[in-house]
């Protein structure tokens, strides 16, 4: 049953406390140091220009206003799907998706369930590390932004009416999204190579290379970001898009183009699972 599958997997990666640790814990607390080192750096060189006799309406303009905790919220949402909290779920993921590869144990477990289930088990667990990894990483950022007003001594606002809640769970499910696509790109490879390596590498390689096509290469071509050849080839784009319309920005895309998006963004979810799920089909695990 799928279900046992899931739970099977689940057990085993909590077992695995090192890669939990880095796939989940470690870039949110990095993060979060790295933010408040930078406030306090900022502090002192904003305490530095105030010992320097600045005119007081220049010191006005330096006082930030109260902090919006549920503007933070939105803000952080959108953000989620950060490259480097990517490059470390993959760790996880690589860890889910190719360790019986690497430690020759697929022929000892695939008599318990069929192969379908036994995949679909890895992506539900990667799923929920993904789900996991974005959740903490935006809790680890609005504890941030408490540590910045409390160091800056400001005060604090909450705006999170209809519009801005809707905007948080859609932006996080955007987020998500793009970070559960990646990781299946490290299923195929993982299926495709049996590595462990190729599967943690090739989903960053191709990532980097979409960030390139549709940052460098589109514009040198004529390429907008409105096609749909470019939505489909770039799901980074394709994420970065869907953020853009859930902001509701003026200028920003159509409804048509956040459509595109979407289509893309879930197509390269199918087809890479799909494509995983029909060569494990084939292959020979006697010697896995």
Do not use: H
């Amino acid at each position: 049953m799928l279900a046992d599958a899931v739970f099977s997997e689940s057990y085993r990666f909590l077992r695995n406390r090192a890669a939990v640790f880095w796939s989940t814990l470690f870039f949110p607390v990095l993060a979060l140091l790295l933010g408040v080192a930078g406030q306090y750096i900022l502090k002192q060189k904003m305490g530095d220009l105030k010992d320097a006799d600045l005119p007081p309406e220049l010191l006005r303009q330096m006082a930030a206003p109260d902090i919006d905790l549920g503007l933070a919220l939105v803000e952080l949402a959108s953000k989620a799907a950060n490259p480097l909290l990517i490059l470390f779920v993959m760790i996880g993921a690589a860890t889910l998706y190719a360790g019986d590869y690497r430690w020759e144990t697929w022929r000892l477990i695939s008599a318990r369930n069929t192969r379908w289930n036994l995949i679909l088990g890895k992506v539900g667990v990667a799923k929920l590390l993904s789900l996991a990894a974005v959740l903490l990483l935006i809790a680890f950022g609005f504890v941030g932004k408490l540590i910045e007003g409390a160091i800056f001594e400001r005060g604090f606002a909450f705006t999170f009416g209809g519009e801005q809640a809707g905007q948080f769970f859609l932006s996080l499910l955007v987020a998500y999204i793009r970070v559960v696509q990646v990781t299946l790109i490290g299923l195929l490879a993982a299926v495709f190579t049996r590595s462990l390596l190729a599967t943690l590498f090739v989903p960053l390689v191709v990532s980097i290379g979409q960030f390139f096509l549709s940052a460098l290469i589109m514009p040198q071509i004529g390429w907008e970001d409105t096609d749909w050849y470019a939505q489909a080839l770039a799901p980074n784009l394709s994420a970065d898009t869907l953020i853009a319309f859930i902001g509701d920005n003026p200028g920003g895309p159509t409804a048509a183009t956040a459509w595109l998006a979407g289509a893309s963004l879930i197509g390269w979810c199918l087809v890479t699972l799909g494509l995983a799920l029909w060569w494990f089909q084939r292959q020979d695990l006697s010697k896995e």
